[in-house]
């Protein structure tokens, strides 16, 4: 079973409506951060619902010390968790922090991680409230919790998706694996411009959630969709496709590239295409539009010097995700099916 039908298989067990409904979720698995009623701060006329998010960063999976310093172990891991906040149009409040030491880690190594968790706290304004300490066998593992809220009954959930919108980024996907590939393979470094080596290490050691993005997506309408990109920007399209009973597709050639990223490509001969649709940990937002809304939108993002694209629409499906591209003589576009064949923890 791969890492999704385990969770599906584990947690079909459930719970009661009545358990549910009497402890204020609204809801539970299967988005990026749960939804419960309740609140902390309440505006006048304005009531909140919390939102709650657990993400884990393990050695050797998520790092090791080829691609990560000790800080961006901590920034990233705080990064990610508040991603899956950005991408409810929700505020972070609160963090929790778990981590597992193994004996070859000194105390001044943990507080270097710890310091890569308060840059990113203090940056994004999340209060660290708490946590818990273990020693570890073997590997590093550090788990994060985050609390947000969100005005209530304003989430941007998976399923919300119609045919007829625009699909869009907030930005460039695949900056992230380009800069894995390149931290593990530094001969590559003399052929590329030193700003966009710094740029792509940038993107995958310390990702910028897009809490602000999310939150203009939320406040602005028109939003049917939000999630963020973890796993690649494939697997979180048919995330949202399947949520949304849709189908999407994709047009190849609205992809955004950077130069730095497409320099990279040409230089170490990779797929630029491989790593935007399967690379993952870009933690940018990909959701969809009412194409109504989307000229306004552009307008706020580019007022407030943010990027967003649209990158293709949705249609009638049952979960399809589609990729549109140019036929090899150029001729007229043809249509590929592509899988949810980004990271899987379990394959
Ligand atoms: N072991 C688990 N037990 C219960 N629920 C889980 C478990 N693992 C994941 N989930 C839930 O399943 C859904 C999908 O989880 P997933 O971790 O894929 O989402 P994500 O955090 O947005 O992505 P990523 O972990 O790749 O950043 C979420 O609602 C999550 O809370
Ligand atoms: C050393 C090393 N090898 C491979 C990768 C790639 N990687 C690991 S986890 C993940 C998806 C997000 O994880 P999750 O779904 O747990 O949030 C990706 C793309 C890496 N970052 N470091
Ligand atoms: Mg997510
Ligand atoms: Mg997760
Ligand atoms: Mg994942």
Same mark, same amino acid.
């Given at each position: 079973?791969?890492?999704? +039908?385990?969770?599906?298989?584990?947690?079909?067990?459930?719970?009661?409506?009545?358990?549910?409904?009497? #402890?204020?979720?609204?809801?539970?698995? @299967?988005?990026?951060?749960?939804?419960?009623?309740?609140?902390?701060?309440?505006?006048?006329?304005?009531?909140?619902?919390?939102?709650? #998010?657990?993400?884990?960063?393990?050695?050797?999976?998520?790092?090791?010390?080829?691609?990560?310093?000790?800080?961006?172990?901590?920034?990233?891991?705080?990064?990610? $968790?508040?991603?899956?906040?950005?991408?409810?149009?929700?505020?972070?409040?609160?963090?929790?922090?778990?981590?597992?030491?193994?004996?070859?880690?000194?105390?001044?190594?943990?507080?270097?991680?710890?310091? @890569?968790?308060?840059?990113?706290? $203090?940056?994004?304004?999340?209060?660290?409230?708490?946590?818990?300490?273990?020693?570890?066998?073997?590997?590093?593992?550090?788990?994060?919790?985050?609390?947000?809220?969100?005005?209530?009954?304003?989430?941007?959930?998976?399923?919300?998706?119609?045919?007829?919108?625009?699909?869009?980024?907030?930005?460039? &996907?695949?900056?992230?694996?380009?800069?894995?590939?390149?931290?593990?393979?530094?001969?590559? %470094?003399?052929?590329?411009?030193?700003?966009?080596?710094?740029?792509?290490?940038?993107?995958?050691?310390?990702?910028?959630?897009?809490?602000?993005? @999310?939150?203009?997506?939320?406040?602005?309408?028109?939003?049917? &969709?939000? $999630?963020?990109?973890? /796993?690649?920007?494939?697997?979180?399209?048919?995330?949202?496709?399947?949520?949304?009973?849709?189908?999407?597709?994709? /047009?190849?050639?609205?992809?955004?590239? +950077?130069?730095?990223?497409?320099?990279?490509?040409?230089?170490?001969?990779?797929?630029?295409?491989?790593?935007?649709?399967? @690379?993952?940990?870009?933690?940018?937002?990909?959701?969809?539009?009412?194409?109504?809304?989307?000229?306004?939108?552009? %307008?706020?993002?580019?007022?407030?010097?943010?990027?967003?694209?649209?990158?293709?629409?949705?249609?009638?499906?049952?979960?399809?995700?589609?990729?549109?591209?140019? /036929? +090899?003589?150029?001729?007229?576009?043809?249509?590929?099916?592509?899988?949810?064949?980004?990271? $899987?923890?379990?394959?």
């Amino acid at each position: 079973m791969d890492e999704f +039908s385990r969770i599906s298989y584990w947690t079909k067990e459930g719970q009661a409506k009545s358990l549910l409904e009497a #402890t204020g979720v609204k809801l539970a698995i @299967g988005d990026d951060a749960a939804i419960v009623s309740g609140a902390v701060r309440q505006d006048e006329g304005c009531s909140y619902e919390m939102l709650y #998010t657990v993400d884990t960063m393990v050695e050797d999976i998520h790092f090791n010390t080829q691609t990560m310093q000790l800080d961006h172990i901590g920034y990233k891991a705080l990064a990610s $968790n508040l991603s899956d906040i950005a991408a409810m149009g929700g505020i972070a409040l609160h963090a929790l922090i778990a981590i597992s030491v193994p004996g070859h880690y000194t105390e001044e190594h943990i507080k270097q991680i710890y310091h @890569g968790i308060y840059q990113c706290a $203090n940056q994004y304004e999340v209060a660290i409230v708490g946590g818990d300490t273990t020693a570890s066998p073997h590997s590093l593992v550090l788990t994060i919790t985050v609390i947000g809220q969100v005005e209530a009954g304003t989430a941007l959930r998976r399923s919300g998706a119609k045919p007829g919108d625009l699909i869009v980024t907030t930005g460039i &996907a695949g900056r992230s694996a380009a800069g894995l590939h390149l931290l593990l393979h530094p001969e590559f %470094e003399p052929q590329l411009a030193a700003k966009h080596v710094q740029s792509l290490k940038q993107a995958h050691q310390m990702p910028q959630p897009q809490l602000d993005q @999310g939150r203009l997506l939320r406040s602005l309408g028109g939003c049917h &969709a939000l $999630n963020d990109v973890s /796993d690649g920007l494939a697997s979180e399209a048919v995330e949202i496709a399947e949520a949304s009973g849709v189908a999407f597709v994709l /047009d190849e050639q609205l992809l955004p590239v +950077s130069e730095g990223l497409s320099q990279y490509g040409s230089c170490t001969k990779q797929s630029l295409l491989d790593w935007m649709l399967y @690379g993952g940990e870009d933690y940018i937002l990909l959701g969809t539009i009412d194409p109504q809304c989307y000229e306004q939108v552009k %307008e706020q993002f580019a007022q407030r010097h943010m990027q967003i694209y649209a990158i293709g629409k949705v249609e009638p499906g049952k979960g399809e995700v589609w990729l549109e591209r140019m /036929d +090899s003589r150029m001729a007229h576009k043809q249509r590929e099916r592509i899988y949810k064949r980004g990271y $899987n923890h379990f394959t």
